[in-house]
Every structure is written in C-alpha cells, then in structure tokens.
C-alpha cells in the first residue's frame, strides 16, 4: 500500500523551532490549491498505486475553508478510489479547532486528527511562539470527541534547554489523561533558518545536554508503555490498533506521492522533491515548466535508506530484504560492520533480523551510518 502527502503551505505564524516550507501570507492561497490541483491532474500516472492513507500535513492546513479542502478532495477522487483510504488525517492546532470545522471535516472524509499540542505549559508554548494556551487544549480535545473523532494523534516536544527545569513529566502525563489513539514525541532540534538557529548563533540558547535527552526519552518511552501505547518508531506511539498508516509507508520504504510546494515523493527506484517556493511552483505548473528536482536512486542508496529506515522501528530490518541490493564484497563489508555494532551492544540480531534496542534508539542515525556502504 501506499500513502499521498498533501502540503499547504500557510501558517497565521512562525513557529520558533520550525523549518518546514510555509508562509505566513494567505494572499497566495488560491492560487497555491489551483496549483495543487493541476499537480494532481498532471500526475494521472502516479495514482496508479493501491493507496491506503492521506494525510494533509504542513503549514499548518487548518488555515484552510472547507471549500478550499474540497476542491483538492475532488481533484483526487478523480484519480483513486477514495473509499479505498483506511487512514485520511489533518493537521490542526487546537486554537483552531471548533465542533463546526470537525464536522465540516467528517463530511469530507477525514477520520483522524493530528493535534499540533507541543507542551501542556503556556510559559513553553509562548516560548515556542504557539498561538494556543493548555485549556485550549483540553477544550479542544474534548470537542473532538463529542463531534465523534476518536482516532487523535498528539504531538509533544521535548528537549527543552535543561536550565527551564521543565517539568515534561507532569505534562505528558496530562497529555496520557486526554485518552488520544497515538502520541509523537519529538526530541527539539535546532533547524538551519529558524529563530532558534538565531538564538544559538547568537550564543541566547543552550542546548540539552546529550544524557538529559536519553533520561527523558527512556521515561517517556516507559510513561507511555506503562499506559498501554505501544513504542512501534522513535518517535511514534500508538494504542493497539492505531500505528499511523501513513508514516508507516515511509518506514517501510513504500511509494508514497507528494503534492504541492516543498512534497517529496519516492517510487521504487526515484525521489522527486517539488519547488519550496508558492509563486514559482504555480506559475511553473500553469506553464508547462519544470516545477521539481529527482534523482534516480542506485541499488546502494535503497540498502542505505533502507536500513536507516528499518531501524527507527520495532521491526528493524530483514537482512534477506536488503541483500539483494549490495554485491558479495558488500555484504562481507556490511557484515563485519554489524558484527562490531552487535559486540558493542547497538544493533541485535534475531531470526535473521537487525533491531536496535529501544534504550538505544536515540542512536538509531549513529548505528545507521555505521551500517551504510559508501561503494
């Protein structure tokens, strides 16, 4: 199965830690769906896969109306079977969510939510420069309910600088009482061009410390099984049932198709990545002209990324999987590797599958690129 990324590019603002392509302007959006929806009729032969899940990410597209949503929605019905999708997720932020648009959003189709939360304390959320405040939250949670929305992911940042002495405990303890399906946590990186980025160059923002990061995703990673959520990706944790479709696809290595400004899309054997820029994606489209960048990718780049991917999650990778893409020489090279990694306690190796072990995750890019074969 396969996924489709829908990316709309508008946020009302900029959050402090964030890199993603957005803006800040709607004065574009129009222009931007119409784009998206000729991108969709331009790309008749690459909804030919079997598609399990939607999701409209971002920016931020709660920012959109329901007609704006629909012109896109209809767009893609002409392409796939819409009754086919198991999974059709938003992005939303709690300040914007309202029994009105979720019910909007039911009769669209959409089946699951994922709630930009982000922290349980209105001192971090300002510092993040969110625009909701934790009754929101609540308030918005329990609105998602009543409209009928059960299946609710939540996103949570933690990692702050160690000097806040943040207490994450007591929040994402908060966050378990508000029943969602699934929970992301997510470490806080300083990304290139973000206002964070400024602080730091500025020498205004002290990092975490790298044994806090690992204390505070072990007792995350231990909170959140204790409370019946299975740990399946570094990040991603799920009640029985509801691992996301959609982010499954890329773990596993699946096509998916990305539409709009910045998407990236992966077939089989190429990547393709969409202009990150509103007016030159659209004026591109309208025109005939080129409004994206690929690669072909060779044998060595799938193994790779395979087994970057691979070992993220709690089923790591079948080394019969990804043999068959390195030669005899490689899988000597590979295999020396692996037998190091094993003896220093990173990787193990069971029934002929590499994982890495859940206390260890955190290392997961480290072991990855020790795994890699360059040539």
Same mark, same amino acid.
């Given at each position: 199965m396969? =996924?489709?990324y829908?990316h709309?590019?508008?946020?009302?603002?900029a959050?402090?830690?964030c890199?993603?392509?957005?803006? #800040?302007? +709607?004065?574009s959006k129009e222009k931007?769906?119409n =784009?998206?929806? !000729?991108?969709?009729?331009l790309?008749?032969?690459d909804?030919? $896969?079997?598609?399990s899940?939607?999701?409209?990410?971002?920016? #931020?597209?709660? %920012? $959109?109306k329901?007609?704006d949503l629909?012109k896109?929605?209809? /767009?893609l019905?002409e392409q796939i079977?819409?009754?086919?999708l198991?999974?059709i997720?938003?992005?939303?932020n709690?300040?914007d969510?309202?029994s @009105?648009? +979720?019910?909007?959003?039911?009769?669209?189709?959409?089946?699951?939510?994922?709630? =930009?939360?982000q922290?349980?304390?209105?001192?971090?959320?300002?510092?993040?420069n969110?625009?909701?405040s934790?009754n929101?939250?609540?308030?918005?949670?329990?609105?998602?309910k009543s409209?009928g929305?059960?299946n609710l992911?939540?996103d949570?940042?933690?990692?702050?600088p160690t000097h806040?002495? @943040?207490?994450?405990?007591t929040?994402l303890?908060e +966050?378990?009482?508000l029943?969602?399906?699934?929970i992301s946590?997510?470490?806080l990186t300083i990304?290139?061009?973000?206002y964070?980025e400024?602080l730091k160059?500025?020498n205004k923002?002290?990092e975490?410390?790298d044994d806090?990061?690992?204390?505070?995703f072990?007792?995350?990673?231990?909170a $959140?099984?204790?409370a019946n959520?299975?740990?399946?990706?570094?990040?991603?944790?799920?009640?029985? =049932?509801?691992?996301?479709f959609?982010n499954s696809?890329?773990w596993?290595? @699946?096509?998916y198709v990305?539409?709009g400004?910045s /998407?990236?899309?992966?077939?089989s &054997?190429? @990547?393709?990545?969409n202009i990150?820029?509103n007016?030159?994606y659209?004026n591109?489209i &309208?025109?005939?002209?080129?409004?994206?960048d690929?690669?072909?990718l060779?044998?060595?780049?799938?193994? !790779?990324?395979?087994?970057m991917?691979?070992?993220?999650t709690?089923?790591?990778v &079948?080394?019969n999987?990804?043999s068959?893409?390195i030669n005899?020489?490689?899988?000597?090279i590979?295999q020396?590797?692996?037998d190091?990694l094993?003896?220093?306690g990173?990787?193990?190796?069971?029934d002929?599958?590499?994982?890495i072990?859940?206390n260890?995750?955190?290392?997961?890019?480290?072991?990855s690129?020790?795994?890699? %074969?360059l040539?």
């Open positions: 396969s =996924g489709i829908i709309i590019p508008f946020c009302s603002k959050c402090h830690y890199d993603f392509h957005f803006s #800040t302007s +709607l004065k931007v769906i =784009g998206i929806v !000729n991108e969709i009729n790309r008749k032969n909804f030919k $896969l079997d598609f899940s939607l999701y409209f990410g971002g920016g #931020t597209p709660s %920012i $959109l329901k007609e629909n896109i929605i209809d /767009a019905k079977k819409f009754e086919n198991k999974e997720t938003i992005e939303i709690p300040e969510i309202s @009105r648009k +979720l019910e909007q959003y039911r009769e669209l189709g959409f089946n699951r939510l994922s709630i =930009g939360v922290s349980m304390n209105n001192k971090y959320l300002k510092w993040m969110r625009s909701h934790k929101q939250i609540v308030q918005a949670i329990n609105i998602c409209v929305f059960s992911s939540l949570f940042i933690y990692g702050l806040f002495k @943040r207490d994450y405990k929040e303890l +966050l378990i009482e029943n969602p399906t699934h946590c997510y470490h990304e290139k061009g973000t964070f400024y160059n500025k923002f002290i975490i410390e806090k990061s690992e204390e505070e072990l007792w995350i990673s231990n $959140l099984k204790m959520f299975n740990h399946y990706e570094i990040s991603s944790f799920s009640k029985k =049932g509801y691992d996301s959609h696809n890329y596993k290595q @699946r096509p990305g539409i400004p /998407a990236h899309s992966f077939s &054997k190429k @990547r393709r990545w990150s820029n007016n030159t659209c591109n &309208k025109t005939n002209k080129t409004y994206f690929e690669e072909i060779s044998a060595l780049d799938i193994f !790779n990324e395979r087994i991917l691979g070992l993220r709690e089923k790591g &079948k080394i999987e990804v068959n893409y005899k020489n490689q899988r000597k590979f020396n590797k692996l190091n094993i003896n220093d990173l990787v193990i190796l069971k002929k599958v590499i994982k072990p859940q260890k995750w955190l290392m997961s890019e480290y072991v690129r020790e795994l890699f %074969i040539k």
